[in-house]
């Protein structure tokens, strides 16, 4: 059942970007994932990583297929078959945080999932942005364009902006995980983070 939740919270993680703009998902699709690697194994935790990766990269890399098919005049099954191999390599990321954060971070608290998962996220963003050539498509930030997070792209940039997505996933998790201190902890953080952001969107940093 978990392994399912994975594959479908990637799924609807591009339903956060453009053309659809439910800039809520962003949030709530790796609160999931978060939530499933809790007390995952290494291994496990991995796997759910990478149909979190196939789900979120085969839809969201989906016009890949039309690249090649329609305007390369790739045979459609050739066609598929890489985009396949090319979603299959892209869904290691989000398999390696998962195996790094079980690994390394065995008995997961508070700090885990609201600084810790989210520093590993953002890592391997940054990675994919640049190792091979790069590849930075569907970075937690670029969803948050008309959002109150917005307001710290001009000084800490997308990959800033993707922290606190992260960060804000993991302040879920953490009210999914104690619900009585929901509105004593997580909640007030929350609620900082996202009040801050929107007085910084309210400042013209650059003319």
Known sequence: MADAVAFI???SLPLAFSPFDLFPFAIICPALLFLIWQAASPGRAAFRGFLFGLGM???GVSWVYVSLHQ???MPAP?????????????????????WLQAKFFPNPGAWHFILV???LWVFSEWTRGWFLTGFPWLHLGYSQVATPL??????LGVYGVSFL????????VEGMRAPAKFFRRPLPLL??????????GQVEWTR
Request: some cysteine; aromatic content about 18%; proline content about 4%.
């Open 9 to 11: 919270a990637g799924l």
């Open 57 to 59: 990269f085969g839809l």
């Open 71 to 73: 305007y390369g005049n």
């Open 78 to 98: 050739l066609a598929g078959f890489a985009v396949f191999l090319f979603v299959a390599g892209l869904s290691i990321y989000p398999a390696l945080v998962g």
């Open 117 to 119: 998962i989210p520093a």
């Open 150 to 155: 917005a307001g710290y792209a001009a000084w």
């Open 165 to 172: 997505c992260a960060v804000s996933a993991g302040l879920l």
């Open 191 to 200: 609620v900082l983070i996202w009040l801050a952001g929107w007085i910084a």
